[in-house]
């Protein structure tokens, strides 16, 4: 398994680091685990706080010696450079993306801009100011598999598979995608890129599958699953995304792309069943009392049938693998959320926004 002590020395150097979308979902778990196993290095998370953005996330680390939170657009060119000089940025990576498949088809515009036009607008940023030596330095971008387009019955993404993207989130990505490696050919910038596969985990946004069918699971609501629920995801523990993000800084080859995934794919179906189960047990109801809730909705447009990982490169090459099963990743999610009815509730009826407010105007 990869061992984060190990890899220490070797990027002694690399160590302040602009993570960018650090309040969402998965930014706010890899901070909590850069902050937990690199006290030396300084981490700046830059994110706007859109709605995807809460700061109570990050609760039990904000006071933390080495971290430093700055509200800020990853389209704003003088204000990321001013930050980048400011802390002497030597790596940056970016996760701040509009990144709900549903809002990109309502609303494809928004992921244009953030998600291609910023990400283009930092890879300026890091040019202009690193432009004179690219020593020790890195432009990591964190990405989907959803670039990769739509599995049939059979088969695996791969690094190699042709991008074949197909909702507007993904085509947006992909964009991103190319314009990265695009500043690797041009202007020799060092870059890793990963493409994961779907997280599940606590502080996800409750629009997402899981948590939102576990919030409604609780209060005895629909669970609303889209066309014939036969459409297969590739489940992936966050905290496991946050250790293979960590491999990948550290042990991942310049200019290279890693598949990250969970080997487990589940049809959704099959997995909201599994979480009813799970949850009916949990909350004392008798076995499968929850089923009733499943209502079978208008199809999601354009939905993709299947992504699959192959996960193997990151396997054999940098030692990452998966440290839970998903039972173990699902019971540990499914405790978490009813554990912290506050932090469920605050998101559900928006009162997390105020969290900003309270916590930062007396800066
Ligand atoms: P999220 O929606 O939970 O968080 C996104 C964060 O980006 C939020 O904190 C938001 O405030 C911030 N942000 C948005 N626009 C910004 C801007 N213009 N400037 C600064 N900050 C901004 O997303 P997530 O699920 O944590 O995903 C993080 C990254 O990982 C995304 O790039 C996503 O495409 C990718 N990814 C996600 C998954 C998944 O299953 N969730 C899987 C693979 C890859
Ligand atoms: O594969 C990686 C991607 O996984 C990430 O890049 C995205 O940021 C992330 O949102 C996720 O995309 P999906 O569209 O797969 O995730 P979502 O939770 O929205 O949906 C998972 C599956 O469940 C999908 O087949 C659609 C279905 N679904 C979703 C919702 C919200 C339903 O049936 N009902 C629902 O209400």
Redo the contacts with the bound molecule.
């Keep these: 398994m990869y061992n984060a002590k190990k890899s220490k020395k070797k990027f002694k150097e690399m160590n302040n680091i602009l993570i960018t979308g650090g309040a969402g979902f998965i930014g706010s778990h890899l901070i909590r685990h850069f902050i937990k196993h690199y006290p030396d290095y300084k981490i700046i998370n830059l994110d706007k706080l859109t709605y995807a953005g809460n700061l109570e996330n990050l609760r039990d680390i904000e006071n933390a010696k080495n971290y430093h939170f700055v509200k800020g657009d990853i389209c704003d060119f003088n204000f990321v450079k001013e930050l980048m000089e400011l802390h002497q940025i030597n790596s940056i990576i970016h996760l701040a993306?509009e990144?709900?498949?549903?809002r990109s088809i309502s609303n494809p515009m928004e992921f244009v801009n953030t998600n291609v036009v910023g990400t283009v607008n930092l890879l300026n940023v890091a040019k202009a100011y690193w432009s004179e030596d690219y020593d020790n330095k890195l432009f990591y971008l964190v990405?989907?598999?959803?670039v990769y387009g739509s599995l049939g019955e059979t088969g695996l993404f791969t690094e190699t598979t042709p991008y074949d993207p197909r909702?507007p989130?993904?085509a947006s990505?992909a964009s991103a995608d190319h314009f990265v490696r695009a500043y690797q050919h041009t202007y020799d910038m060092p870059v890793k890129l990963s493409n994961?596969?779907?997280?599940y985990g606590s502080y996800q946004f409750p629009?997402?599958?899981?948590p939102?069918?576990i919030n409604n699971i609780k209060h005895n609501k629909n669970?609303?699953?889209?066309?014939n629920?036969k459409?297969?995801?590739?489940w992936l523990w966050v905290v496991d995304h946050a250790r293979a993000i960590d491999a990948v800084y550290h042990k991942g080859k310049m200019g290279e792309t890693y598949n990250i995934g969970g080997f487990n794919e589940w049809q959704?179906i099959d997995l909201i069943h599994l979480l009813i189960e799970q949850m009916d047990t949990k909350l004392g109801r008798p076995e499968g009392t929850s089923k009733e809730l499943i209502t079978y909705?208008k199809d999601?447009p354009g939905?993709?049938k299947r992504?699959a990982i192959d996960a193997n490169k990151i396997k054999n090459e940098l030692g990452w693998q998966p440290s839970v099963t998903f039972e173990e990743g699902l019971d540990k999610t499914i405790d978490w959320y009813l554990k912290n009815e506050d932090w469920l509730n605050n998101v559900t009826s928006g009162n997390y926004q105020t969290y900003y407010q309270k916590q930062y105007t007396k800066q």
Excluded at 207 to 210: F, I, N, R
Excluded at 223 to 227: D, E, S
């Design positions: 993306a990144s709900h498949v549903d990405s989907t598999d959803e909702s989130y993904s990505k994961c596969s779907n997280n629009e997402k599958l899981l939102l069918f669970l609303p699953v889209y066309g629920g459409y297969t995801r590739d959704n909705v999601r939905h993709d992504y």
